[in-house]
């Protein structure tokens, strides 16, 4: 959530945050704000709303300075307005600061500056604090003060900021939130994510907890908190950059969920060496240490969560270990039965997800071995586990999380298989053939996107409900979760999941002529279940809308429309159940005229708890 953008070089400052902004929309934002030497000093634009606003407001402008900082803010402290919007200035109006995350204390340092040193505030923020603090320490020496504001905050953060009487140069720090350094020929960068930045260097610094950076066009610093200068490796993007552009579709959701074939099948194929074994990518668990491990918990947040319960599934199936799945912001909070014999599994698209880095961090504590799966290398919880299980998703650019979902099933799938394999819990033949299963995955997902015309035909017909029931049993019931958040997240439908087994007790009372059911009915052992679940609410008045496999054509006498899916087995359903409910979400919100990219409220990256 929010985005920060800073240059330094001999380019048009402006434009080029501007544009780096645009790149970090999908983080999810309600304002956006810019701050620039001029030679006046500081000149801060801010705006309520979309980015649009901003470049609206000072198209009849002229800006001449090389050197910025900019900021789309999601609100936290203090409600959308230009007020709140970031940049924040000193009193002085000689600093100003753009910030991501949280400052905890923030109320105890406010008082102070206000009763010690009069400072009087216009904000409702807990950044104008950040901004009032280094103002309050500036005595001619940026980084000196910057030093001295955050030894004395707390929370998670990362802060960019600039001086008037200091021209040349950026400060950040990072403390818990994303930060990334970009490096580029008399010029450099600071980012809190990678795409604000593909279109102008490839070469990047990763910067760690705790660090301050010094960047000017020259040259770019990093610090630790003795103030002592550390060397860092420099990683090189390797993503295309139209990777991170629509490339014709209306959205980048509808983007990502056709890219969910090649998501799929990379994270498959990268991991089997021509035998058919799996390769987790130079982690190594041996057989004596798996027999070590009595439990794993896997623990996410949202979408992450949803694969996590099919994670669970898979390795209790195959690899015969209790598994537990716990949502992150709950976690640390429960202490939780954790030891030296606990795997502890991290789930999270973007690696910096608070709730999820704070839970990993506990566990670790605690003596567990911490496995992460994850999209972006060189995230935040890549590199504080002991094993990393990277998907193969490529950059994924709307909120609405799809392809994510898709590859961290396979993760979890391959974890499974592994275990497995190296525990004897599986006979070869049933490798084998839950192997092939897997490969065959990605044409049949390309089959689904191919009746994507019935899927939205039927979004048409349903997308002014008020509400939606999804009901499944098995592996369908995680499935069931995520179709129904996909579906709240981006059409703002009231949607409610249920396992179908427990609509008699007591949800079914919400049952009436005309609720919309869609019924997950692919699991070949619980089908004749489920279909007795459909006549449940079929008899109280449901319009059931019948997700199940080709094959399994009685659903057609009970449901009120169908939407079939190749044929595969049971185990490896929920990578294709997915697909119709992703695409049944998309349309719906688009004939909602939704901005579906970008919904309302919502963040890419949660870095805040």
């Not at 993503?239 to 056709?258: N, Q, R, S, T, V």
């Not at 899927?455 to 009901?471: D, G, N, V, W």
Request: proline letters at 2%.
């Amino acid at each position: 959530m929010c985005g920060i953008v800073g240059y330094v070089g001999d380019g048009n400052a402006r434009d080029i945050i501007i544009d780096g902004l645009k790149r970090l929309e999908y983080r999810g934002y309600d304002s956006a704000g810019i701050a620039l030497h001029e030679a006046a000093g500081l000149v801060v634009r801010k705006q309520k709303g979309k980015i649009k606003n901003l470049e609206d407001s000072i198209a009849g402008e002229t800006f001449t300075s090389s050197v910025g900082i900019g900021h789309t803010r999601w609100a936290t402290h203090g409600a959308p307005s230009e007020t709140n919007s970031h940049p924040h200035l000193s009193e002085s109006g000689k600093i100003a600061v753009v910030h991501n995350g949280i400052i905890e204390n923030y109320v105890k340092l406010k008082e102070k500056l206000q009763k010690e040193h009069g400072v009087k505030f216009k904000s409702e923020t807990d950044t104008e604090v950040i901004a009032q603090l280094i103002g309050l320490y500036y005595k001619g020496d940026l980084m000196d003060a910057v030093y001295k504001a955050t030894a004395e905050m707390e929370g998670a953060y990362a802060i960019g900021v600039i001086a008037a009487d200091e021209p040349d140069k950026i400060v950040a720090v990072r403390r818990d939130a994303p930060l990334i350094v970009g490096l580029g020929t008399h010029c450099n960068f600071i980012a809190s994510d990678i795409p604000a930045l593909l279109k102008y260097v490839r070469q990047i610094y990763l910067i760690e907890n705790n660090e301050t950076v010094l960047i000017t066009k020259e040259a770019a610093k990093i610090f630790d908190s003795d103030r002592k200068e550390v060397k860092r490796d420099v990683f090189h993007v390797t993503w295309d950059a139209d990777a991170a552009e629509k490339e014709g579709y209306d959205h980048f959701m509808l983007k990502e969920i056709h890219e969910q074939p090649k998501g799929v099948g990379e994270t498959l194929n990268r991991r089997l060496d021509d035998d058919g074994s799996i390769k987790l990518d130079g982690i190594t668990i041996s057989k004596e240490e798996l027999e070590k491990i009595n439990k794993i918990y896997i623990v996410a947040c949202g979408t992450a969560y949803h694969a996590g319960l099919v994670g669970k599934y898979a390795i209790e199936k195959f690899a015969k270990i209790p598994v537990e799945v716990d949502i992150a912001s709950e976690f640390r909070y429960r202490d939780p039965f954790v030891d030296e014999n606990t795997m502890f599994i991290a789930v999270s698209q973007s690696g910096e997800t608070l709730d999820t880095l704070e839970a990993l961090r506990e566990a670790k504590r605690k003596g567990a071995r911490i496995l992460s799966v994850v999209n972006v290398v060189g995230s935040t919880v890549a590199r504080e586990s002991d094993d990393v299980f990277y998907t193969w998703a490529g950059p994924e650019i709307a909120v609405a999380s799809t392809k994510a979902y898709t590859t961290q099933i396979m993760c979890f799938y391959l974890i499974a298989l592994y275990m497995a394999t190296k525990r004897g819990t599986i006979t070869a033949d049933y490798y084998n053939q839950i192997m092939g299963e897997l490969k065959a995955l990605p044409e049949k997902i390309q089959r689904i996107l191919d009746n994507e015309k019935q899927i939205e035909e039927l979004a048409k017909k349903q997308y002014k409900l008020s509400s939606i029931f999804y009901i499944g049993r098995g592996a369908d019931v995680g499935v069931a979760y995520e179709g129904s958040l996909k579906l709240k997240e981006i059409s703002y439908i009231n949607s409610f999941a249920i396992a179908a087994g427990e609509l008699k007790h007591g949800t079914i009372a919400l049952i009436e002529d005309g609720t919309v059911v869609f019924a997950l009915a692919t699991q070949d052992r619980l089908y004749d279940k489920m279909l007795s679940n459909i006549q449940e609410v079929r008899a109280r008045g449901a319009y059931v809308l019948g997700l199940a496999k080709e094959n399994n054509k009685e659903i057609e006498k009970q449901a009120s429309d169908v939407i079939f899916i190749p044929e595969c087995a049971d185990e490896v359903t929920p990578i294709l159940t997915v697909i119709p409910l992703q695409i049944f979400a998309y349309y719906v919100a688009k004939f909602r005229g939704c901005d579906i990219d970008k919904p309302k409220n919502l963040a890419k990256s949660v870095t805040v708890e």
